[in-house]
């Protein structure tokens, strides 16, 4: 065993927040196993002995009380109202479900002020949803632009393929990118009906995809998007901020109204975009801090409150 002395614990501290470690996405997987399982509601109508693997199919299978992660747009409002308390319908899928992530690993994703790098973050919410597939039970798959897929596997090796490629991916910024389009033009040809769609991706990446492409992605798939934010860009401070770019010391009068309408424009207009329009096309979108718990994504929020919380970014960069 090789000792690891004071030197190389001061390496990786430095690196702690900035590159992701296949260790820290493993150990998400145990505040995944924490997370309630789902109770099946009494008031339920049940189908005949359908399988534990749920999926989005065209059958009825039975209702259970809503759990964090759930779709809202699932919910089964007449069994909520009666019983008094949420419940959300599922339906039974055909095979083991699909669970698809892709990765935008645009260069502005390696970056962050707080916690932990934006790509940090990325490569920990996508554990998150590697292990709550391995707890469903489905089958895990996910991809980048510009490197062949890691195909889809059940199961505890098929979740490390990908948590292994995350970790690899985020680590810093590929040479080979090919961007979010090409990535997600692959995730269509690899999706089947009923499968779970997960994109991570920078809002300056998503809001450059057409509109078609994510219509398409959305028919007949759970579509989830997670953009990655940083506290600096949605709440810049309102005075001078000075950067550093190679060799030259860079100051942004970031107490002008000019700067800050640009500022605005470049980093929190898109995800304020996506927010308004992606639900309407059939997409949950989840704003995700580099400085938030990693699994915020998953618990419930509308449309309108996603719209809101982007909406109050704006207003926040605004008034400073």
Avoid: C
């Avoid at 534990?52 to 039975?62: F, I, S, T, V």
């Avoid at 089964?76 to 899928?93: E, I, M, P």
């Avoid at 950067?243 to 470049?266: I, K």
Wanted: proline share 7%; hydrophobic share 45%.
């Amino acid at each position: 065993m090789t000792a690891r002395g004071p030197a190389t614990a001061v390496a990786d501290a430095a690196q702690e927040g900035i590159v992701p470690t296949l260790a820290e996405l493993v150990a998400l997987r145990a505040q995944v196993q924490r997370a309630p399982q789902p109770r099946r509601g009494r008031h339920g109508v049940h189908g005949p002995a359908p399988s534990h693997l749920r999926g989005r199919g065209m059958e009825y299978a039975e209702s259970r009380e809503y759990t964090i992660g759930d779709d809202v747009r699932r919910m089964d409002w007449r069994l909520t109202a009666r019983s008094g308390r949420a419940h959300t319908k599922l339906f039974q899928a055909e095979r083991e479900r699909l669970t698809l992530l892709v990765a935008d690993t645009a260069p502005a994703l390696y970056f962050g002020t707080r916690v932990r790098f934006k790509s940090v973050q990325a490569a920990r919410a996508g554990a998150v949803a590697v292990w709550s597939a391995l707890k469903a039970g489905d089958r895990i798959a996910a991809l980048r632009g510009g490197e062949p897929a890691i195909p889809p596997a059940t199961g505890l090796r098929g979740a490390m393929r990908v948590l292994d490629a995350l970790a690899r991916w985020y680590a810093r910024p590929p040479q080979d990118d090919a961007g979010l389009e090409v990535a997600l033009e692959h995730a269509q040809r690899l999706l089947r009906p009923g499968a779970q769609l997960l994109v991570l991706a920078d809002a300056a990446s998503a809001v450059q995809v057409p509109a078609l492409r994510w219509t398409a992605l959305a028919r007949h798939h759970q579509a989830t998007l997670v953009l990655l934010q940083d506290p600096l860009e949605t709440a810049p401070p309102r005075h001078e901020l000075a950067f550093r770019a190679g060799a030259r010391r860079l100051q942004l009068a970031l107490d002008r109204p000019r700067v800050r309408e640009h500022w605005n424009d470049a980093f929190v207009a898109p995800a304020q975009e996506l927010s308004r329009t992606l639900p309407a096309l059939g997409w949950q979108v989840r704003l995700l801090s580099s400085d938030a718990d990693s699994s915020d994504w998953l618990r419930p929020q509308d449309a309108a409150t996603a719209a809101e919380d982007a909406a109050g970014a704006t207003r926040s960069t605004a008034a400073g």
